[in-house]
């Protein structure tokens, strides 16, 4: 199994390409369930989460063809793919599949409002909560589909003239279930009206993706979204918006080495609350042509309290990597988890490196040392293995961060994307 091998101490500088949002690529690949005709998406990210969709989009009929071509030699392999799903050939989403990736439950509400039937395994807990899929299936039958569990399946079909257009509030926000009732609801009969809805980029970006392909949706990147059901969806061309959480987790390595780095083909817009801590922090942000200059020259890093929260708050996918930078702040600060129930596991490995945190329920206290020391450490899931490796490019000596495929999920070629920054990292395969 791969490990990652971190040699800290060296700063960063120059120029990292930002690859297209995983968290966006997912849902637009499940989209093209939604029509006969082709989707092309442009600037997808190679990641073994885009690989593991693809397998399950196969299973249900989506012929898949890659265009290869890199974007700029040697250094981002975006890929533009084309998906087209002539038919279903396959209304079931078996456990073996699901229970691998969380966000393949999303092909739910596609296979529902076209073919009008879906067996989809439930996804089952993961390493950092519980999870449940209550608001999916609330949202579903709001849409008067009817649903029922059996045997570690949801059981849905639609009315025999197709799913009806409704109003339904979401009593938490959940970028999934958002993703799902907006993408089920564009082939329902008449107006659906989505109240407290998630309002990440990502669903903006899926809605205006739905919009190429011929929906009707307004009101995407506020919390009210509005769907006007049509009889059929066609083919689009989309490109995938650049992933905020990349941009934010590079952005915090440079804030924690130290160096003057250029984040390419991003938009700070995308992450404003992120990249405002990261000032406080000490690092100098600029926008630049096209992207973001990250640079930060002596000065200490100060603490700073974060509290995760939705879009537009600060994301709980950047909370781990954040903490890996307050672990060399110059003080104490504190961070709050409010969207996940278990998502510290990256506290105990970073304590391996020298950091000290206590946690006290949902917040965790973290006294800045002056200085980490490297040591083997394991990835635990996707953003917190990329938190040690933060932590592991400004410790002494080396770290090894183990159970690499988590990294895999998530960052394409990082260790390239930071080497040719200067930074001392590589790929052991044993
Ligand atoms: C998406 O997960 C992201 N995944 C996550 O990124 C991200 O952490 C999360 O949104 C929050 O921003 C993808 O986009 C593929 P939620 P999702 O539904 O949609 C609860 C990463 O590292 N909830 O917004 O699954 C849920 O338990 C991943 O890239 C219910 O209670 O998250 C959580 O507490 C990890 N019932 C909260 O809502 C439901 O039916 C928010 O979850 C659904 C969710």
């Not at 250094?75 to 599949?97: G, K, M, W």
């Not at 206290?365 to 490297?374: C, D, F, M, N, Q």
Request: glycine share 10%.
């Amino acid at each position: 199994m791969d490990r990652i091998r971190i040699v800290g101490g060296n700063e960063l500088h120059g120029v990292i390409p930002i690859s297209g949002a995983k968290n966006a690529a997912l849902p637009l690949m499940i989209a093209s369930l939604l029509t006969d005709d082709t989707l092309t998406l442009e600037n997808v990210p190679h990641l073994a989460d885009v690989e593991q969709l693809s397998r399950i989009l196969g299973n249900h009929g989506v012929d898949i063809s890659v265009n290869g071509r890199r974007e700029r030699q040697g250094e981002s392999y975006a890929r533009t793919i084309h998906f087209t799903c002539r038919n279903i050939v396959d209304t079931t989403a078996p456990y073996e599949l699901v229970s691998k990736m969380r966000a393949s439950f999303w092909v739910i509400g596609p296979l529902l409002a076209r073919e009008g039937k879906a067996r989809v395994s439930l996804p089952g807990g993961c390493a950092i909560g519980t999870r449940p899929v209550d608001l999916f299936i609330e949202g579903l039958q709001a849409l008067s589909a009817n649903i029922e569990i059996d045997g570690g399946y949801v059981n849905a079909t639609a009315p025999a003239g197709g799913l009806i257009g409704a109003r339904y509030t979401f009593p938490k926000v959940s970028v999934g279930a958002t993703h799902v009732l907006m993408m089920a609801a564009t082939l329902a009969n008449g107006t659906t009206v989505l109240g407290n809805a998630a309002r990440e980029p990502e669903v903006a970006d899926l809605a205006n993706c739905l919009n190429a392909m011929g929906a009707k949706i307004t009101g995407q990147g506020t919390a009210t979204i509005t769907i006007e059901g049509v009889r059929s969806l066609s083919g689009a061309r989309h490109r995938v918006l650049p992933d905020r959480i990349e941009t934010g987790t590079y952005a915090m390595a440079v804030a924690m080495t130290g160096g003057d780095v250029i984040l390419e083909d991003t938009d700070m817009a995308l992450l404003d609350t992120a990249l405002e801590a990261i000032r406080r922090a000490g690092a100098e942000i600029t926008p630049t042509n096209s992207g973001i200059r990250v640079v930060r020259n002596g000065a200490g890093i100060k603490p700073v309290d974060i509290v995760t929260d939705p879009f537009p708050g600060f994301p709980t996918d950047l909370q781990a990597q954040f903490m890996g930078l307050m672990t060399k702040s110059n003080g104490v600060s504190h961070i709050t988890e409010t969207i996940f129930e278990n998502r510290f596991m990256h506290v105990q490995e970073l304590a391996r490196l020298g950091a000290k945190i206590s946690l006290s329920g949902q917040t965790a206290k973290i006294e800045g040392v002056s200085r980490l020391k490297g040591a083997p450490v394991m990835a635990t899931d996707l953003r917190a293995s990329v938190s040690l490796v933060i932590a592991g490019l400004a410790a002494e000596g080396e770290t090894m961060v183990s159970r690499v495929y988590h990294l895999d999920r998530g960052f394409e070629r990082l260790e390239e994307k930071l080497t040719r920054c200067g930074a001392h990292v590589e790929r052991v395969s044993d």
